[in-house]
């Protein structure tokens, strides 16, 4: 009975609850474009509870079977494979290197796979890629897509590319209208996904 | 001319490095030097250690024996449906120095794996890249359950090894 007169205002306080978020910048670069894309997109969400973190605070070395046979795994694997556990929701602005993902990225993905696979079940993602060419890290979104969609098994339920960078975006805005409401319209996909799922 | 074979990856068990391996002895030339991915330190690519102390001599040195060659076997592991993060690292640095640094190197690729696939994904992205970075591959092959088709050095299954003959027949004729 109790729970059918709470039923209103019950409903409501779960779509305020703020839904837990990690989000990184797929790129260890002092100076990488993917963390103020990031940083931009963060900015939109609401009601969230983001857990923004430096890839560069999970540098471990190369992964190798052997390494992980003698040592076991790194703390850094384990805390970054513990925060994706955390988290319900999680964004990845995502850096190009030789189409591909940067190498920092990958071996993170790597060691944290090793703990468990598939690792994303069950979490939404929002996938954006950036760079300063035309394709915005078209080649990564592509590899990020299948990767964390297929064998991670990340549920992508929103995701963009960003090209030009540095001529769309200035001063921590984005200043081309149309990539504008297209990072928007992502954004609240993202968040509409998440609100449904705890309604 | 002087050939090269290297598996991409830095396990001491690797079974690419004993397909290439294999490879390179079918190949039957004189000499062809096996490289070790595990025998070069160098650390994941970073652009901010390139701006601030520029390339290592371990990089160099990797760079230089691929420069430095006129053919190249090179077998592909497969993590996470990719190729290794060390293969990765490794041809990011030395495309750093040289975008094009694979210019006019006529290659085989390869790829295995335990699972039924041979590491196909791995194949599929590591060929685009070498192109990318002005590889030309002139032929490829995968060889799928490694365990079940491979011992002591060699291609067990007859199919698959008949497979891997002509091929290496094909490679010959077009270096």
Redesign the interface.
């Known amino acids: 009975m109790v729970a059918c007169n709470n039923f209103a205002s019950s409903k409501m306080k779960i779509l305020n609850k703020n839904m837990k978020i990690l989000a990184f910048a797929g790129s260890?670069?002092?100076k990488s474009i993917n963390k103020e894309l990031l940083n931009y997109t963060l900015n939109q969400i609401e009601n969230a509870e983001i857990d923004l973190v430096d890839i560069n605070d999970f540098?471990m070395p190369?992964?190798?079977?052997?390494r992980q046979l003698e040592n076991g795994f790194p703390q850094e694997a384990q805390d970054f494979y513990n925060k994706i556990k955390d988290a319900e929701g999680v964004v990845i602005s995502l850096a190009e290197?030789?189409?591909?993902?940067?190498?920092?990225l990958?071996?993170i993905?790597?060691w944290v796979?090793r703990i468990e696979m598939p690792y994303l079940k069950d979490k939404k993602l929002l996938l954006l890629s950036t760079s300063p060419g035309a394709y915005g890290g078209g080649n990564v979104m592509e590899?990020a897509t299948?990767?964390f969609g297929?064998?991670?098994s990340g549920e992508i339920v929103a995701s963009t590319t960003f090209p030009s960078f540095n001529d769309n975006f200035q001063n921590n805005e984005i200043v081309n209208e149309e990539l504008k409401n297209k990072v928007l319209a992502q954004v609240s996909i993202f968040q509409e996904a998440l609100t449904i799922v705890e309604a | 001319m002087i050939i090269k074979a290297f598996a991409g990856s830095n396990s001491s068990t690797s079974i690419n490095k004993q397909l290439v391996t294999y490879a390179s002895s079918l190949l039957n030339k004189d000499q062809i030097e096996i490289l070790d991915l595990d025998d070069f330190d160098i650390p994941t690519f970073d652009i901010d250690i390139e701006k601030e102390q520029g390339f290592s001599d371990e990089v160099k040195r990797f760079y230089q024996k691929l420069v430095d060659s006129d053919i190249l076997l090179i077998s592909l592991a497969e993590h996470n449906a990719c190729i290794t993060a060390v293969f990765k690292s490794y041809m990011d640095w030395c495309s750093r120095i040289n975008y094009k640094f694979l210019e006019g190197k006529k290659v085989f690729v390869m790829s295995t794996s335990p699972g039924g696939y041979g590491a196909k994904n791995s194949l599929e992205i590591g060929s685009k890249l070498i192109t990318k970075l002005g590889g030309d591959i002139l032929v490829d092959f995968s060889l799928p359950k490694f365990n079940e088709n491979f011992a002591e050095g060699k291609i067990t299954n007859e199919e698959l090894n008949r497979e891997l003959i002509l091929k290496i027949d094909e490679f010959r004729k077009k270096i």
């Open positions: 260890n670069s002092k540098e190369i992964y190798s079977i052997d290197h030789n189409g591909n993902f940067s190498v920092a990958k071996n993905l790597d796979s590899v299948k990767y297929m064998f991670a």
